[in-house]
């Protein structure tokens, strides 16, 4: 069935890239997404990539896609103490309904 | 995107209550969505709130135990009733428009449930 498979810990220095890593099934899915979610919050849309696209970058965001591989990555340059939360990496599913397939989540800690 | 908005933010509950969360949006939107994160896990999806019609349960969730209204296109509540220490979660609401790309998925701040 479908899956979303993260690396549950990162522990970055402050001013450093972080790449956090997801790899997926669904070769169906159009999008894949990338949301945050700091302590005792809700989830925040970071950005998404249609599967057509290689690489978007959003300001310190760079999200690259292997579609043959499966495999979307999120780059957070230059990172800071504010970006230490959960980030989740997830894909539409197939079919009309469109649920969000969600992976378990990536710890980011920033250490200054 | 949308502003949402959860009521209440987080409760503390004896078992065997049950427990109405609210959900309210700024716009109205056409799909709504419950999820329970329990601690350390990701999103499980409830179910979907249609409006003008039944929700869509996933596997594993029923109407009895997790009963939903969806009475207009910015409101939705989600019960969780005859609660257990196993309910314990967080409990998101989030909206999406299912008909335009990229299709992504908004979502509220939660409301923390305790069960004693």
């Known amino acids: 069935g479908e899956d979303v498979e993260q690396s549950l810990f990162l522990s970055v220095r402050e001013g450093d890239s972080s790449v956090i890593n997801c790899t997926y099934t669904?070769?169906?899915?159009?999008?894949l997404y990338w949301y945050k979610q700091e302590p005792g919050a809700g989830l925040q849309l970071l950005t998404y990539i249609f599967s057509n696209m290689d690489m978007k970058q959003d300001q310190r965001l760079t999200v690259l896609l292997n579609k043959k591989d499966k495999h979307l990555s999120l780059r957070i340059a230059d990172t800071q103490t504010g970006d230490s939360a959960i980030y989740f990496c997830a894909e539409n599913g197939a079919g009309n309904n469109r649920k969000l397939i969600w992976g378990l989540g990536t710890s980011l800690a920033v250490n200054p | 995107s949308a502003v949402i908005s959860q009521k209440p933010s987080r409760d503390i509950c004896q078992r065997g209550t049950s427990l109405t969360i609210q959900c309210q949006v700024d716009?109205?939107?056409?799909?709504m969505f419950w999820y329970r994160q329990q601690p350390g896990q990701s999103l499980t999806l409830i179910a979907t709130?249609?409006?003008?019609?039944?929700?869509?349960?996933e596997s594993g969730f029923v109407i009895d135990k997790f009963p939903i209204s969806r009475p207009n296109l910015t409101f939705s509540t989600l019960t969780v009733s005859n609660m257990s220490p196993e309910d314990s979660s967080i409990y998101l609401c989030?909206?999406?428009?299912?008909?335009?790309?990229?299709?992504?998925?908004?979502f509220g701040p939660g409301t923390r449930l305790t069960v004693t």
């Open positions: 989030s909206v999406g428009d299912l008909g335009d790309p990229p299709y992504e998925q908004y």
């Open positions: 709130a249609n409006q003008g019609s039944e929700a869509t349960y």
């Open positions: 716009s109205q939107v056409t799909m």
């Open positions: 669904d070769s169906s899915s159009t999008y």
